[in-house]
């Protein structure tokens, strides 16, 4: 298949910008919705080239493919668009600032630390009732305490 030149410096600068990529498996629209310039099947038909030159690897998902660029993928791209060895697709560059999200163990409240949180020990396996651990009925089955035999 014949793809202009600058529809394939467009992927492939894209791919080397990100380090990955994601086509759908459908030749029929008429641009790839994160790339402008190519077609969807341009974008397709270009990925299959280079995971047959082993410089892609490809995962195949609920009709998407996802390309993630290979350490050989890097050197040709690098190569092939003429780039300084400095530039590193986004995927390669390291991240120093610690992600949002997760608390450190004194900020959270008490009742989420899983020391209890004034409930006596309710609801965590201790004692003899319940089904958490060290609890429960013993017996047979997945999980079983441990019957007696």
């Known amino acids: 298949m014949f793809i202009p030149k600058e529809n394939r410096i467009a992927v492939y600068s894209y791919l080397f910008q990100e380090g990955v990529l994601v086509v759908k498996k459908d030749p029929k629209p008429a641009t790839h919705p994160h ?17 047959s030159r082993g410089f892609v690897r490809i995962t ?53 630390r899983g020391d ?7 609801g965590r396996g201790g004692g003899r009732g319940g089904f958490g651990r060290g609890g429960g009925r013993g017996g047979f089955g997945r999980g079983g305490g441990g019957g007696d035999m």
């Open 35 to 51: 790339i402008e310039g190519p077609t969807n099947l341009e974008v397709l038909m270009l990925m299959k080239s280079l995971q």
């Open 60 to 112: 195949f998902s609920w009709q998407y493919n996802y390309c993630y660029l290979t350490d050989e993928g890097i050197e040709y791209l690098r190569s092939y668009l003429a780039l300084p060895a400095e530039i590193v697709p986004a995927t390669h560059k390291k991240v120093s600032v610690r992600p949002e999200g997760r608390d450190r163990e004194e900020d959270r409240p008490a009742y989420d």
């Open 116 to 122: 209890g949180g004034g409930r006596g020990g309710f």
